[in-house]
């Protein structure tokens, strides 16, 4: 009975030798099994790194993750709010012509041929009024005599074209003030110009700013302009877009209000 004890002992230290390796092959099968998760989350270029080497990379990738998340929400937010943001429209209805001197000493006939067009009002500003008087009393240096004589001639004729359309009440003439008031006469040629700091230029661009912003209508989510300024001068135009004016030269706009000049 001595010698089947002794076996017993055997047999059960056999046992526990197998639990251990029971032990063993369970902690192989799990550390496998955490190989084979980071393998699958796109760590497989690194076969020979240690298993916490993977374990860093995986929580390195995953927090890569999390800040692209982030970026495409706040992507997404910009897009919605300027889904929301309402669009401002700015239409061009012309109504009100602010014609400048060059217009008057260059292409008289085409601002005639205005005058006589439905649906537009010429308004002269009155520093191209009295600027024009003075032209024509040959005030202006240009380079050679043949021009000089050129100026004052298209000024004389320009004054007289605008004081004709005065006697005869034409309602679709008018003088216009650098407060942006629109005067049925020529009686009135002087007004305060002390709040308006540069040149001639600076005078015509006043009165437009304040025409328009007594005209301008609103529309739905935007606003109409019915002021606009005629000119050749690019660097008049310049400054009137920086100030938000309508503007256009003389022969673009008659082609596109299709007026034919005579």
Same mark, same amino acid.
């Given at each position: 009975s001595g010698e089947e004890s002794d076996d017993v002992i055997v047999e059960e230290e056999e046992e526990e030798e197998e639990a251990d *390796?029971?032990?063993?092959? !369970?902690?192989? *099968?799990? &550390?496998?099994?955490?190989?084979?998760?980071?393998?699958? !989350?796109?760590?497989?270029?690194?076969?020979?790194?240690?298993v916490g080497e993977l374990i860093a990379r995986k929580r390195e990738l995953a927090a890569q993750m999390a800040q692209q998340q982030? /970026?495409?929400? &706040?992507? /997404?937010?910009?897009?919605?709010? $300027?889904? &929301?943001?309402?669009?401002? +429209?700015? $239409?061009?209805?012309?109504?009100?012509?602010?014609?400048?001197?060059n217009c008057f000493i260059d292409e008289l006939n085409f601002i005639e041929q205005l005058a006589e067009t439905a649906g537009y009002i010429l308004a002269i500003p009155l520093v191209v009024f009295?600027?024009? *008087?003075?032209?024509?009393?040959?005030?202006?240096?240009?380079?050679?005599?043949? $021009?000089?004589? #050129?100026?004052? $001639?298209?000024? =004389?004729?320009?004054?007289?074209?605008? !004081?004709?359309?005065? #006697?005869?009440k034409r309602l679709n003439v008018r003088l216009l003030t650098n407060s942006g008031n629109l005067l049925n006469t020529t009686t009135f040629r002087l007004q305060d110009s002390s709040s308006v700091q540069g040149n001639n230029d600076d005078l015509i661009l006043e009165s437009c700013s304040q025409l328009?912003? #007594?005209? /301008? @209508?609103?529309?739905?989510?935007?606003?109409? =302009?019915?002021?606009? =300024?005629?000119?050749d001068d690019r660097n008049l135009r310049v400054k009137a877009l920086a100030k #938000?004016?309508?503007?256009?030269?003389?022969?673009?706009? =008659? @082609? +596109?209000? /299709?007026?034919?000049?005579?």
């Open positions: *390796d029971v032990i063993v092959e !369970e902690e192989a *099968d799990g &550390t496998a099994s955490e190989t084979e998760e980071l393998t699958s !989350e796109g760590v497989e270029e690194l076969p020979d790194a240690s982030k /970026r495409e929400e &706040t992507v /997404r937010e910009i897009v919605e709010q $300027q889904k &929301t943001h309402k669009q401002v +429209l700015t $239409q061009i209805q012309p109504k009100f012509l602010v014609p400048d001197t009295n600027e024009l *008087d003075g032209l024509a009393k040959g005030s202006a240096t240009p380079a050679n005599a043949k $021009q000089a004589e #050129k100026v004052v $001639q298209h000024a =004389l004729a320009s004054g007289m074209f605008i !004081e004709d359309c005065f #006697k005869k328009d912003q #007594k005209t /301008r @209508k609103q529309s739905g989510s935007g606003s109409i =302009l019915e002021v606009v =300024l005629l000119t #938000k004016i309508a503007v256009c030269n003389m022969q673009k706009f =008659l @082609k +596109l209000a /299709r007026v034919t000049p005579t």
